[in-house]
T-cell receptor, first 112, second 110 residues
Framework: TQLLEQSPQFLSIQEGENLTVYCNSS?????LQWYRQEPGEGPVLLVT?????EVKKLKRLTFQFGDARKDSSLHITAAQPGDTGLYLC????????????FGAGTRLTVKP | NAGVTQTPKFRVLKTGQSMTLLCAQDMNHEYMYWYRQDPGMGLRLIHYSVGEGTTAKGEVPDGYNVSRLKKQNFLLGLESAAPSQTSVYFC?????????FGSGTRLTVV
């Protein structure tokens, strides 16, 4: 079983729609990161959150870290075809900040 | 600034063959990592290094060995390849914050 569960696994929407993807765990994380990966490339870091309840915005993307530091969400406003990709969440615990665990990802397709 | 460079990009091996994947970073990062990515399973940590001359096991280390003789290079070796090692392999490095990934090596073991 995955330490980090992401949902939904697949999401296909029209340009201009809003969406939220989720990253959940029963473990507490000292930090959590979101990455976006395009076909044939490695993941690219979008954001790092470290404080429970923290909210960070990156243009049309809003990231939230749960109060208990066990879950996170990514909200995209007015999605564009350029947002298409695999969104991965990843977290480290206080036991070993070099053992970053990844969720399986949400594959987003935004149709024009 | 090349970032993290992985070679080769593609490779097909026969069962039992050996090979080495090379990762090179030019950012003077202390920490380096090898992950494998399989469909539906996300990225899983194989081995990592916290500095030149050090290595440590990750989540799925069996069947792999690593070496970090120089700070900028992190090598991943497969001594006797098995079909279960068919995967996309990613190398990453970091200084303190987020990871910088290479573009991956697609390995097929037949």
């Amino acid at each position: 079983t995955q330490l980090l569960e992401q949902s939904p696994q697949f999401l296909s929407i029209q340009e201009g729609e809003n969406l939220t993807v989720y990253c959940n765990s029963s473990s507490v994380f000292s930090s959590l990161q979101w990455y976006r990966q395009e076909p044939g490339e490695g993941p690219v870091l979008l954001v790092t959150v470290v404080t429970g309840g923290e909210v960070k915005k990156l243009k049309r993307l809003t990231f939230q870290f749960g109060d208990a530091r066990k879950d996170s969400s990514l909200h995209i406003t007015a999605a564009q075809p350029g947002d298409t990709g695999l969104y991965l969440c990843a977290g480290t615990t206080s036991y070993n900040n070099n053992d970053m665990r990844f969720g399986a990802g949400t594959r987003l397709t935004v149709k024009p | 600034n090349a970032g993290v460079t992985q070679t080769p990009k593609f490779r097909v091996l026969k069962t039992g063959q050996s090979m080495t994947l090379l990762c090179a970073q030019d950012m003077n990062h202390e920490y380096m990592y090898w992950y494998r990515q399989d469909p539906g399973m996300g990225l899983r940590l194989i081995h990592y290094s916290v500095g030149e001359g050090t290595t440590a096991k990750g989540e799925v280390p069996d069947g792999y060995n690593v070496s970090r003789l120089k700070k900028q290079n992190f090598l991943l070796g497969l001594e006797s390849a098995a079909p279960s090692q068919t995967s996309v392999y990613f190398c990453a490095s970091r200084l303190r914050g987020g990871y910088t990934f290479g573009s991956g090596t697609r390995l097929t073991v037949v």
